[in-house]
């Protein structure tokens, strides 16, 4: 088949790379330029726990991120991407243990397997540097972190031809009825460009350092009384620090009051980035439905794949099988769910 997906993303690379390797022609069409890179998946921390968000998400979603954590490790095997899957770390400051406290009474009434009460000691042992300014924490086991710039790269070459500097509207193109005959499937992956029924934006802000006082391997949560920090490795000395979560469409830039809560927070968990160095202020903006569940699925004989919210790379083994499936049978309702097409 000869399939056309919309949007050069993480969606829209993964799906091309998967029916690239079943033998399919994939193009994908991507309003940005070589060089500058547009979406969310650029920004983003990248890290698989669905542990860490049950409490911001539902069982539907904790039940995809578990299976993409049984896919992930072969997928990045195969595309050699760096990434760690040796578990995540939650503590909390003195006064915010009632946080940490709550945090884990979730965990344990949702969650399977239940996190592991950490002491100092055992703290000491998996993060030597955490356990002088906290006295306990939990760990999360299998939850882990991709090398998301890395993932992009290593995908481009292999998700079909990429027409760069091409936006493709669909519905509101008029030259659709010819361009949509060129294809035997298209496939809208374009996240909160898509302006789909329901969906809204929501902007999310991270602060990528360089901090070769600070060694930490595996991702990082603080409780905080607004906010989960956290702190996701890439290797080398250098973090992604992200937190905030705001329920708009802007695509300007990070504001100084959410740099400064980040970087003082990210100095209240490790007095090692005092020294570091400020790589980038990004910003992504994010799609969601009103219930935050990805969904796959047919409007106009379109397949659809939107609403990620802050679950992408941890959906995203799901809704790329439920996207293939949903191509070869053609048989998908409309606005089904991705545990529906899986």
Known sequence: MDIAIVGAGLMG?????RLTEAGHRTTLFERSEPGEPASAAHVAAAMLAPMSELPESDNEVFAMGMSGLSVWPQWLAALDVRHGFDGAIAVAHRRDDALLETFERVLRARSDPPPERLDRTSLNELEPELAPAFARGLFLPGEGWIDNRALLDAL?????RIRYGQRA?????PLWGRRRASFDAWVDCRGADAHEPGLRGVRGE????????????????????RYQLYVAPRGNHEYV??????????????TVRSALELLSAAF????????????????GLRAAFDDNVPRVYWRDGILRINGLYRHGFLAAPVLVQAAIQAIQQR??????SASMAS
């Open 241 to 254: 620090v992200g937190a905030t979560q705001i329920e708009s469409d802007s695509r300007a830039g990070m």
């Open 156 to 160: 481009e070459p292999r998700c079909g």
């Open 268 to 283: 209240s968990l490790h007095t090692g980035f005092a020294e570091a160095e400020i790589l980038a202020l990004d910003v």
């Open 169 to 173: 509207d669909l519905e509101g193109d």
């Open 331 to 336: 048989e998908l309702p409309e606005c089904a």
């Open 206 to 225: 991270v602060v990528r350092l360089r901090a070769p006082e600070v060694n930490l391997q595996r991702p990082i949560r603080l409780m905080h009384p």
């Open 13 to 17: 690379r993964l799906l091309g790379w």
